[in-house]
């Protein structure tokens, strides 16, 4: 079970539909093998495009120094779907396929089909997929 803090959960439906009408993306970073998500680093979708994302690898570089940094690692990528449900599309699955060939990362979707944004969250690995359940943390120590 994946543990996302509220504010970090509000950064990051702030950040999909502030990138409307394009896909917006980012990475998050927590413990190394941990369940808990400590920060999200919203990042540029340098396809700009509302069916698809690309990050920008200057961009991954740095977010990978400020995790660092921070003593935590990179475990996921987000990314939302304006047009479609937050399920892995044929391009996300080939995309965790080439990217995260073990299945390590976890994939949040945000979904923007419907006025109220909804997020998922799912493991890739061997073109299987398998959500993984998501609970808000609405205490604690907020990223």
Sequence with gaps: MLEIPASVH????GHAIAGLPDEACGLFAGRYGGDRVDRFFPMTNTA?????YELDGAEILRVEHAADDDGLAVIGVMHSHTHTTNYPSPTDVADAARFDPFG???FIIVSLKHP??????YRIAAEEITEEPVTVLTSGADA
Excluded at 10 to 13: D, P, T
Excluded at 48 to 52: C, E, I, K, L, P
Excluded at 116 to 121: A, E, G, I, V
Aim: overall charge positive; proline content about 6%.
């Design 10 to 13: 509000s950064r990051m439906l």
């Design 48 to 52: 700009r495009s509302s069916r698809v």
């Design 104 to 106: 390590v990362w976890r």
């Design 116 to 121: 109220d944004p909804s997020l998922r969250c």
